[in-house]
């Protein structure tokens, strides 16, 4: 009996206007085209794709930060998008967001103490000073920060202590989601594994859910259960995080996957698959046909003409090819 | 940014010189109000356009009034009309510019475009203008260069909260649930305050400069208030017998425009932390 | 055959408040044809290392030691000499290809300009040889691209151009500077595939710097891992990869999260942050983060030992 989902999302459709030509008709360009998916309560999903896929921007939608053209976001069954502002701001507290630069994330002007406590300045108005210094404090305890950091403003930080400040921020509500947009991408690769190693723990201590969004293949696969593949704006592969990095049905996962390196079974400069066609110019974005045909080893004549839907592959797993797995 | 330490400001030469001067110019415009070498108003016809001496160390104007003396109190006029026309521009411009960040749109076009009216005349004419429509005086002087102060904090309020709302910890202010009104009072205006002093000191140099020009052209504060513009003016007919009169009131202008173009230089030099990286 | 030298280079960087040691003694030499590899994090030293190659340093930093390419110092140069050198005989790729490339300008232009600077060539025939370059680098219809401006390429296509650039005078050495870390994956791929071939082809040195231990791992053929400004362990990629004879090397590997590794899985991270460089101790700069540190790596640099081909400067070094 699956619990029911935490999050849930339905065709959602943002454009944003590209800039017009002189005398042109205003054209439009979907970054996020037709997305569904849910996410259970405890259980993360890490969504993977390249610049310009629409992971961040689903991000936004998803944190209502930005309003859809179309389709809805379900928190814990309710509809964002149908509240009154007031209403949508109280249910904030229960989804909060990490952003990928520890330095524009936080406002240079404060001190962390208040950086912090800034969700409860909505959440929990009726706090008196003394009880918000104290989740403050636990919450720097939480994420390994000593004590007197709440005193000291963000730019007497490193980047992943930055990092950390932004989640004790992100958690001080107690939320149930956290949607994080590349939460290590700006960070060393030794501080990388000390934040990655925090969120993992803080999911085990608070229970909390992750959108995980990441271009790293090697990150989402070590911090989420499901992934989703994005691709132009539109998912083009969704299953268990394990199943879907060792056998991708998507040509697309599969070129993604081959293109990083395993060092595990290093051998010496050497031998790697040819890299798909990544530079293929695809300003033309065929209305009919598959996305991906323009790059794809494997296209044939249906490729060009219809477009793949999503559709289940094996239990649990769904792709959106013709010849998946192939 | 961060706002400095008295140590980092005197390691600067032309900051500490801004600094310095302008602080001399408030105190004696503080002094001023209770002390002047004499009264500034008195005349003494038999001491008219005496040179500097050891009893009047400036020398006197035409019906022997005391330089010095004018001149210590004509640095209130001064000092006043910058407070007031740089309240009045800050107070207006900061409002409208950083409305028209936030809101865009329709707003943003209106109070833009507004601003480039403004923009397009003169400052100066405008305010004779503004002066010849509301008539001469101190106190429409400095309505006159309020008003074109306006569009200036306008500008630089909106470009720089732009630059601001445009950083992720306006969309953290947001995913915490705090609106636009708030996130501006808590996160843009502070984060731009710096520029703004900055450009307040500039613009308070202009002022000053300004209201001179306008007393000059007796537009401005009216007799027997002092003015270093009309101190100024009033020296022209005895410009080749006593240049004194004109030396002192145009010295005193100058530096006080030099101390606050300097104070402002040096501030944002201070604030600016790309500048500061690349001395430090 | 020894194209540079680099001997003892030092760079302290002057400030109000002292001199900061950014590199602390590095030492390599590069053959034609070879790839070197340069890992590290953020102030380790490597780009430094790179800049000061290039005599691209800022005013404020003090620069010794020797740095030889076929036998010329190039410290000793003089900035007309070193004119004629960069971009002729040492050539840069740089991680973000739309800063680098001059927006206001075709890169056709960009690429021939080398060409007339350094090779008197006229420009008719700099911009033939600038279309052969963007077909070599994997550009199609180079001749038509070559009116092109920047933005209207996209990252990967860019970097290629800038990678044109680099080779139009055949260089001696190539220096990349994280040339992939701006691209996506399968962008990433294709251009360190399209570097090796061209190591191959011109027979050029290769420095490639990078904190990707993945990108280091398919093109360098030996690898220098830098920290705090010094060398850590240098030796074949095969050797330093497989022995990690330091423990900052051990670390960095373990830090990674691995391919088809479990969920969940703590990852080995090295404790605290990078320290700045006037905090660093006399000895070893990995001291205070090291799980073998002693008192003995405060305080005397670390002698360099070879284990399994790889050389290590450590007191306690090894698997």
């Given at each position: 009996?699956?619990?029911?989902?935490?999050?849930?999302?339905?065709?959602?459709?943002?454009?944003?206007?590209?800039?017009?030509?002189?005398?042109?008709?205003?054209?439009?360009?979907?970054?996020?085209?037709?997305?569904?998916?849910?996410?259970?309560?405890?259980?993360?999903?890490?969504?993977?794709?390249?610049?310009?896929?629409?992971?961040?921007?689903?991000?936004?939608?998803?944190?209502?930060?930005?309003?859809?053209?179309?389709?809805?976001?379900?928190?814990?069954?309710?509809?964002?998008?149908?509240?009154?502002?007031?209403?949508?701001?109280?249910?904030?507290?229960?989804?909060?967001?990490?952003?990928?630069?520890?330095?524009?994330?936080?406002?240079?002007?404060?001190?962390?103490?208040?950086?912090?406590?800034?969700?409860?300045?909505?959440?929990?108005?009726?706090?008196?000073?003394?009880?918000?210094?104290?989740?403050?404090?636990?919450?720097?305890?939480?994420?390994?920060?000593?004590?007197?950091?709440?005193?000291?403003?963000?730019?007497?930080?490193?980047?992943?202590?930055?990092?950390?400040?932004?989640?004790?921020?992100?958690?001080?509500?107690?939320?149930?989601?956290?949607?994080?947009?590349?939460?290590?991408?700006?960070?060393?690769?030794?501080?990388?594994?000390?934040?990655?190693?925090?969120?993992?723990?803080?999911?085990?201590?608070?229970?909390?859910?992750?959108?995980?969004?990441?271009?790293?293949?090697?990150?989402?696969?070590?911090?989420?259960?499901?992934?989703?593949?994005?691709?132009?704006?539109?998912?083009?592969?969704?299953?268990?995080?394990?199943?879907?990095?060792?056998?991708?049905?998507?040509?697309?996962?599969?070129?993604?996957?081959?293109?990083?390196?395993?060092?595990?079974?290093?051998?010496?400069?050497?031998?790697?698959?040819?890299?798909?066609?990544?530079?293929?110019?695809?300003?033309?974005?065929?209305?009919?046909?598959?996305?991906?045909?323009?790059?794809?080893?494997?296209?044939?004549?249906?490729?060009?003409?219809?477009?793949?839907?999503?559709?289940?592959?094996?239990?649990?797993?769904?792709?959106?090819?013709?010849?998946?797995?192939? | 940014?961060?706002?400095?330490?008295?140590?980092?400001?005197?390691?600067?030469?032309?900051?500490?010189?801004?600094?310095?001067?302008?602080?001399?110019?408030?105190?004696?415009?503080?002094?001023?109000?209770?002390?002047?070498?004499?009264?500034?108003?008195?005349?003494?016809?038999?001491?008219?356009?005496?040179?500097?001496?050891?009893?009047?160390?400036?020398?006197?104007?035409?019906?022997?009034?005391?330089?010095?003396?004018?001149?210590?109190?004509?640095?209130?006029?001064?000092?006043?009309?910058?407070?007031?026309?740089?309240?009045?521009?800050?107070?207006?411009?900061v409002a409208l510019g950083t409305t028209a960040a936030v809101r865009g749109?329709?707003v943003d076009?209106v109070v833009?475009?507004?601003?480039?009216?403004?923009?397009?005349?003169?400052?100066?004419?405008?305010?004779?203008?503004?002066?010849?429509?509301?008539?001469?005086?101190?106190?429409?002087?400095?309505?006159?260069?309020?008003?074109?102060?306006?569009?200036?904090?306008a500008?630089?309020s909106r470009?720089?909260a732009?630059?601001?709302?445009?950083?992720?910890?306006?969309?953290?202010?947001?995913?915490?649930?705090?609106?636009m009104a708030?996130?501006t009072?808590?996160?843009v205006?502070?984060?731009?305050?710096?520029?703004?002093?900055?450009?307040?000191?500039?613009?308070?140099?202009?002022?000053?400069?300004?209201?001179?020009?306008?007393?000059?052209?007796?537009?401005?504060?009216?007799?027997?208030?002092?003015?270093?513009?009309?101190?100024?003016?009033?020296?022209?007919?005895?410009?080749?017998?006593?240049?004194?009169?004109?030396?002192?009131?145009?010295?005193?202008?100058?530096?006080?425009?030099?101390?606050?173009?300097?104070?402002?230089?040096?501030?944002?030099?201070?604030?600016?932390?790309?500048?500061?990286?690349?001395?430090? | 055959?020894?194209?540079?030298?680099?001997?003892?280079?030092?760079?302290?960087?002057?400030?109000?408040?002292?001199?900061?040691?950014?590199?602390?003694?590095?030492?390599?030499?590069?053959?034609?044809?070879?790839?070197?590899?340069?890992?590290?994090?953020?102030?380790?030293?490597?780009?430094?290392?790179?800049?000061?190659?290039?005599?691209?340093?800022?005013?404020?930093?003090?620069?010794?030691?020797?740095?030889?390419?076929?036998?010329?110092?190039?410290?000793?140069?003089?900035?007309?000499?070193?004119?004629?050198?960069?971009?002729?005989?040492?050539?840069?790729?740089?991680?973000?290809?739309?800063?680098?490339?001059?927006?206001?300008?075709?890169?056709?232009?960009?690429?021939?300009?080398?060409?007339?600077?350094?090779?008197?060539?006229?420009?008719?025939?700099?911009?033939?040889?600038?279309?052969?370059?963007?077909?070599?680098?994997?550009?199609?219809?180079?001749?038509?691209?070559?009116?092109?401006?920047?933005?209207?390429?996209?990252?990967?296509?860019?970097?290629?151009?800038?990678?044109?650039?680099?080779?139009?005078?055949?260089?001696?050495?190539?220096?990349?500077?994280?040339?992939?870390?701006?691209?996506?994956?399968?962008?990433?791929?294709?251009?360190?595939?399209?570097?090796?071939?061209?190591?191959?082809?011109?027979?050029?040195?290769?420095?490639?710097?990078?904190?990707?231990?993945?990108?280091?791992?398919?093109?360098?053929?030996?690898?220098?891992?830098?920290?705090?400004?010094?060398?850590?362990?240098?030796?074949?990629?095969?050797?330093?990869?497989?022995?990690?004879?330091?423990?900052?090397?051990?670390?960095?590997?373990?830090?990674?999260?691995?391919?088809?590794?479990?969920?969940?899985?703590?990852?080995?991270?090295?404790?605290?942050?990078?320290?700045?460089?006037?905090?660093?101790?006399?000895?070893?700069?990995?001291?205070?983060?090291?799980?073998?540190?002693?008192?003995?790596?405060?305080?005397?640099?670390?002698?360099?030992?070879?284990?399994?081909?790889?050389?290590?400067?450590?007191?306690?070094?090894?698997?």
């Open positions: 009996m699956p619990a029911p989902p935490l999050v849930s999302v339905e065709n959602l459709v943002r454009r944003y206007p590209l800039p017009a030509a002189p005398f042109g008709r205003r054209r439009h360009v979907a970054a996020v085209d037709g997305v569904n998916l849910t996410i259970a309560p405890g259980r993360s999903l890490g969504i993977v794709g390249e610049s310009g896929s629409g992971k961040s921007t689903l991000a936004r939608l998803v944190m209502a930060l930005e309003r859809p053209d179309a389709g809805t976001v379900r928190f814990r069954g309710t509809d964002l998008f149908a509240l009154p502002p007031d209403e949508l701001r109280r249910m904030r507290r229960g989804f909060q967001m990490v952003f990928q630069d520890p330095y524009g994330s936080l406002d240079p002007r404060q001190r962390v103490e208040r950086i912090v406590a800034e969700p409860l300045d909505v959440a929990e108005p009726q706090l008196t000073r003394r009880e918000r210094a104290d989740r403050v404090a636990e919450m720097l305890a939480a994420v390994g920060l000593s004590a007197d950091a709440a005193t000291r403003y963000p730019h007497e930080f490193s980047g992943g202590q930055r990092q950390r400040i932004a989640l004790a921020r992100a958690l001080i509500t107690a939320p149930d989601l956290i949607v994080a947009d590349e939460p290590v991408s700006a960070l060393d690769v030794s501080v990388q594994a000390q934040v990655l190693n925090l969120l993992m723990d803080l999911q085990e201590t608070r229970g909390v859910t992750y959108l995980f969004i990441s271009h790293n293949l090697a990150v989402v696969e070590h911090v989420a259960d499901d992934v989703a593949v994005m691709y132009r704006g539109r998912i083009v592969e969704q299953g268990p995080a394990a199943e879907l990095f060792s056998a991708p049905a998507h040509p697309y996962t599969r070129a993604l996957v081959e293109a990083v390196p395993d060092l595990s079974s290093f051998d010496g400069a050497g031998s790697h698959p040819p890299a798909t066609d990544a530079d293929a110019d695809v300003e033309a974005d065929s209305e009919s046909g598959c996305p991906f045909a323009p790059r794809c080893p494997r296209a044939r004549a249906v490729c060009r003409s219809e477009r793949p839907r999503l559709r289940e592959i094996a239990p649990g797993r769904a792709a959106a090819c013709h010849f998946p797995g192939e | 940014m961060k706002f400095p330490r008295a140590a980092a400001i005197m390691q600067r030469p032309a900051l500490a010189a801004g600094a310095t001067i302008t602080l001399l110019l408030a105190m004696v415009a503080l002094v001023s109000l209770v002390w002047t070498p004499y009264p500034y108003t008195d005349m003494n016809i038999a001491m008219r356009l005496q040179p500097p001496s050891a009893r009047h160390w400036l020398g006197t104007d035409q019906f022997g009034r005391d330089i010095l003396s004018m001149l210590m109190a004509g640095s209130r006029n001064s000092f006043a009309v910058g407070f007031v026309a740089v309240g009045i521009g800050l107070g207006i411009g749109g329709i076009d833009m475009r507004l601003a480039d009216f403004t923009f397009a005349f003169p400052a100066v004419l405008s305010a004779i203008m503004i002066t010849a429509w509301l008539g001469p005086g101190a106190v429409n002087a400095i309505i006159a260069i309020g008003i074109f102060n306006i569009p200036v904090f500008r630089l470009g720089s732009l630059q601001v709302l445009s950083r992720d910890f306006i969309l953290a202010a947001r995913a915490a649930g705090k609106g708030r996130i009072v808590e996160h205006l502070p984060n731009i305050a710096g520029i703004l002093v900055v450009q307040a000191t500039i613009q308070f140099a202009l002022a000053i400069l300004a209201e001179a020009g306008l007393a000059y052209l007796g537009l401005g504060t009216q007799p027997p208030n002092p003015s270093w513009g009309r101190m100024l003016n009033e020296a022209q007919t005895f410009m080749h017998r006593s240049p004194w009169l004109a030396i002192f009131p145009g010295a005193a202008i100058a530096l006080a425009v030099l101390g606050f173009n300097l104070l402002g230089d040096g501030l944002r030099d201070l604030i600016d932390p790309k500048l500061r990286r690349a001395r430090s | 055959m020894t194209v540079l030298d680099v001997e003892d280079l030092r760079v302290d960087i002057r400030t109000p408040t002292g001199r900061l040691p950014i590199v602390r003694g590095v030492s390599f030499t590069l053959a034609r044809g070879t790839t070197l590899g340069l890992v590290g994090e953020s102030g380790s030293g490597k780009s430094m290392t790179a800049l000061a190659i290039m005599r691209l340093l800022p005013q404020a930093a003090d620069v010794s030691g020797a740095i030889r390419l076929h036998g010329e110092d190039l410290l000793q140069a003089d900035e007309t000499r070193m004119c004629r050198i960069r971009g002729d005989r040492i050539a840069m790729v740089f991680q973000e290809p739309m800063t680098a490339l001059n927006p206001l300008h075709r890169i056709g232009d960009q690429i021939a300009e080398t060409l007339v600077l350094h090779r008197d060539m006229a420009r008719r025939a700099a911009l033939d040889e600038a279309a052969r370059l963007l077909d070599r680098v994997g550009i199609r219809e180079a001749q038509a691209r070559l009116s092109a401006y920047p933005h209207q390429l996209s990252g990967g296509q860019r970097q290629r151009v800038m990678i044109a650039m680099a080779l139009a005078c055949r260089p001696d050495v190539l220096i990349a500077d994280e040339p992939t870390s701006a691209l996506d994956v399968t962008v990433q791929a294709q251009v360190i595939d399209l570097l090796r071939s061209l190591v191959d082809e011109f027979g050029m040195a290769l420095i490639l710097i990078s904190h990707d231990l993945g990108v280091i791992g398919r093109l360098a053929d030996r690898v220098m891992v830098m920290y705090g400004g010094a060398i850590m362990e240098q030796g074949s990629t095969k050797a330093v990869f497989t022995t990690r004879a330091h423990p900052y090397t051990q670390g960095l590997f373990a830090a990674l999260p691995g391919r088809g590794a479990r969920k969940g899985r703590r990852l080995a991270a090295i404790p605290g942050t990078v320290p700045a460089p006037d905090a660093l101790p006399a000895g070893c700069p990995f001291y205070g983060r090291c799980p073998r540190g002693q008192d003995v790596c405060r305080d005397n640099p670390p002698p360099v030992v070879e284990i399994g081909g790889s050389r290590a400067a450590c007191f306690f070094p090894g698997p």
